[in-house]
């Protein structure tokens, strides 16, 4: 029988051990496993196991995403034009690496580049004359993928960091307003 993770958490573990000694103090006896699963539930805060499980199955657990530096995304939006073009080469890696995930989202998806072409397109997306350092930085980062004669460049589609989400929806209405 396969087994299902079922994730468990005591917001309060003091009150959880309360909980669960007065339940194990009333028992003669010690408790069968199934009985032991309730005990835990009821402790938790829940009627029973199968109460855990079925809340459990309705809302999964998932981990939490940092919370978004909007001060770092706003010093990354200044370093574009108003038609959403990079005006210069951020002299941080960190935000270098932030401004690339709006120039990767501008992209076309799927398609591939000659070298003549990418140049191209970066040349369209940004000011400071150096599409050199875009096409090899997006590589590095694995946003872009060449092959190894470096004929042919495409970008990578994978899901951007929750700031380079954050930058693309904030030059994004820019854009659009």
Not at 56 to 76: F, H, I
Not at 107 to 135: K, M, S, T, V, Y
Not at 154 to 166: D, F, L, N
Request: proline content about 7%; some cysteine; aromatic content about 6%.
């Amino acid at each position: 029988m396969p087994r299902d993770l079922i994730p468990f958490t005591a917001l309060d573990m003091s009150a959880f051990a309360k909980a669960l000694r007065a339940q194990l103090v009333q028992r003669e006896t010690p408790p069968s496993h199934v009985e032991m699963l309730n005990m835990l539930a009821r402790a938790a805060g829940h009627r029973n196991f199968q109460h855990l499980r079925a809340q459990a199955e309705v809302a999964p657990a998932r981990p939490a995403e940092p919370p978004v530096d909007m001060a770092a995304v706003r010093r990354a939006a200044n370093y574009f034009d108003d038609e959403g073009r990079l005006k210069s080469w951020p002299s941080r890696t960190s935000l270098q690496n932030l401004c690339l995930w709006a120039i990767w989202s501008k992209l076309p998806a799927e398609q591939l580049f000659d070298e003549r072409g990418i140049n191209a397109r970066l040349n369209d997306l940004h000011r400071f004359g150096d599409h050199a350092i875009l096409r090899r930085t997006m590589c590095e980062l694995g946003l872009m993928s060449r092959t190894a004669d470096g004929r042919d460049y495409r970008r990578i589609e994978q899901r951007p960091s929750p700031a380079g989400a954050a930058l693309i929806r904030h030059l994004k209405g820019r854009c659009d307003a």
